[in-house]
């Protein structure tokens, strides 16, 4: 059982970039898949998720209107899309796998199975 994330990177302010995240070893159908990120000095701070029923997505408000994510089952992959780029979105970003719920889904505790991260810089 094991989540990849991948995608991350260098990117100016203002740019984008495309995060992934593949499961092997079970399927995410059946998942609410979560986005955190954790910079330097910082706590673990919940960003995304997209939930296992019909996909609808929710977001930090200080991401909303600029990541998007999405879900391919068939690819058993999950994508945070990252537009408009701020010098204070550089993290490690983690994705994580779980049975959370709208009223927990921003907690670390409810996701069982999580990615190894993937560092994400945004800086000119």
């Known amino acids: 059982v094991q989540l990849q994330a991948s995608g991350g990177g260098l990117a100016q302010p203002g740019g984008s970039l495309r995060l992934s995240c593949a499961a092997s070893g079970f399927s995410l159908d059946y998942y609410v898949i979560g986005w955190f990120r954790q910079a330097p000095g910082k706590e673990r701070e919940w960003v995304s998720c997209i939930s296992s029923s019909d996909g609808s997505t929710y977001y930090a408000d200080s991401v909303k209107g600029r990541f998007t994510g999405s879900r391919d089952n068939a690819k058993n992959t999950v994508y945070l899309q990252m537009n408009s780029l701020k010098p204070e979105d550089t993290a490690v970003y983690y994705c994580?796998?779980?049975?959370?719920?709208?009223?927990?889904?921003?907690?670390?505790?409810?996701?069982?199975?999580w990615g190894q991260g993937t560092q994400v810089t945004v800086s000119s």
């Open positions: 994580a796998a779980g049975d959370a719920t709208i009223a927990t889904m921003t907690e670390v505790d409810e996701y069982d199975y």
